[in-house]
């Protein structure tokens, strides 16, 4: 069997793109599994720079097939926007699946995802506003439309009547805003559908086949660990499963399909959005961190909050995720500083806590406890072993691998895809 998934052991923004960017060369599938157009990946691929929120980042090779999958909420509209940008730079998109079940985003869902974090004022979770949460809450509420559904004129005129009566109940009863009228929608979505129809298939059975068949399978991650709906910083989490046991529901295979998973982290820590950052810095060495790691958002383009490695979290990470190796990206962002720290445990009402406390409000109560490290002035930017970096970086990453009890298997020191140490 010859499958990996890679999952953010993070907030996400841990540089994923760049990882599966390199696996999905050799790789023959590419699988989207959780999340929607709220995730972001950048890739540099040669001389360009791809944005990609729900399409795989295996369809930069002609070769490798990708499925957004079941457990994927797709917006229709940013899909084939998306589509064409790429197929704008000579990308092909003949290679396409995506499945049957997932369920798609409607304009009452976007709308309803900003009414309600509006309605909350100062306590607003920082969602990207597209729609994913209220998406998902209608599939639990067994009321979500799926591709399936689209493509059916007749059941999808239905599924909508049906579903704004509802939803402009709750847009002006309950938010103050205006009704949104069906047949713009129909005709906007059912546009979609007939541009969509020829990539909709059951994905879960052609992705068994594959894996029986001993292809090559990477499980593409959105987002990170600790925004799990789960076990993430609740409430201030996605609103899907972007760990291991996601890859699972929402691909529509069973958990011994997947070989290995690896976790990708920064060597650092950053978080978009409101909710408790325990080593966040509001200082100098965050400002470096936001500037030279270049801490914007792929999808919302906000700056990310900024802080030291936290291996409590990584911790977490390995345990949920079962991570068999962790890839620790931008390096290289940390050149320049003359001190470093990693957060080994926190401290909360002057007693140690060693576990990631599910009690937000403790959370946000605790004091981080760091080992400290010196740092180094080199330019590690075409360092391409192990040996090549500083002794100094070198420490950092065995403290890194002891700290979280899991092995570094690769380590980035760029952004371009060659800039990489293979330490495994």
Not at 55 to 65: A, K, M
Not at 202 to 222: H, M, P, Q, S
Not at 295 to 318: K, P, S
Request: aromatic content about 8%.
């Amino acid at each position: 069997m010859n499958t990996t998934a890679l999952v953010g052991a993070q907030w996400g923004d841990e540089g994923k793109g760049k990882i599966i960017d390199i696996l999905a060369e050799k790789a023959d599938y590419v699988v989207r599994a959780t999340g929607g157009s709220n995730a972001g990946h950048t890739v540099v691929n040669g001389d360009k720079t791809y944005k990609l929120h729900l399409i795989p980042s295996g369809i930069l090779y002609p070769d490798t097939v990708n499925i957004i999958g079941n457990g994927v909420v797709i917006d229709p509209k940013i899909v084939l926007e998306e589509m064409d940008s790429l197929v704008a730079l000579g990308v092909k998109m003949d290679k396409l699946l995506i499945d049957l079940r997932a369920h798609v985003v409607m304009p009452y869902h976007k709308e309803i995802d900003e009414l309600a974090e509006i309605a909350k004022g100062a306590n607003a979770i920082g969602t990207t506003k597209r729609g994913i949460g209220p998406c998902y809450a209608d599939k639990c509420d067994r009321i979500g439309i799926r591709m399936v559904d689209l493509l059916q004129p007749d059941v999808f005129a239905e599924k909508l009547k049906s579903n704004l009566v509802l939803k402009n109940k709750i847009i002006t009863a309950v938010y103050g805003g205006k009704p949104l009228e069906f047949d713009g929608i129909y005709t906007e979505y059912c546009e979609y559908a007939k541009r969509l129809n020829k990539y909709a298939c059951d994905t879960g059975t052609v992705l068994y086949d594959a894996i029986k068949a001993n292809k090559r399978v990477i499980f593409e991650g959105a987002q990170g660990t600790l925004l799990d709906l789960d076990s993430g910083t609740y409430p201030f989490v996605t609103s899907s499963h972007p760990i291991t046991g996601g890859f699972c529901a929402g691909a529509g295979v069973g958990p011994t399909a997947i070989k290995e998973c690896l976790g990708i982290a920064k060597s650092y820590t950053t978080r978009v959005g409101a909710g408790p950052f325990p080593t966040e810095l509001d200082d100098e060495v965050g400002n470096h961190l936001l500037h030279v790691g270049h801490e914007f958002g792929t999808t919302t383009g906000r700056a990310r909050r900024c802080g030291w490695l936290d291996a409590v979290i990584l911790r977490l990470a390995v345990r949920i995720n079962g991570l068999t190796s962790l890839a620790i990206n931008k390096l290289d962002t940390l050149t320049g500083l003359k001190k470093l720290k990693i957060a080994t445990h926190y401290m909360h009402d002057g007693k140690p806590v060693y576990g990631f406390p599910a009690d937000i409000s403790m959370l946000e109560g605790c004091t981080p406890v760091y080992e400290e490290f010196d740092g180094w002035d080199e330019d590690i930017s075409a360092c391409r072993t192990f040996k090549d970096l500083p002794k100094a970086a070198q420490k950092y990453i065995e403290a890194i691998e002891r700290l979280a009890d899991c092995p570094v298997s690769m380590i980035g020191v760029g952004a371009d895809r060659d800039q990489n140490i293979y330490k495994k």
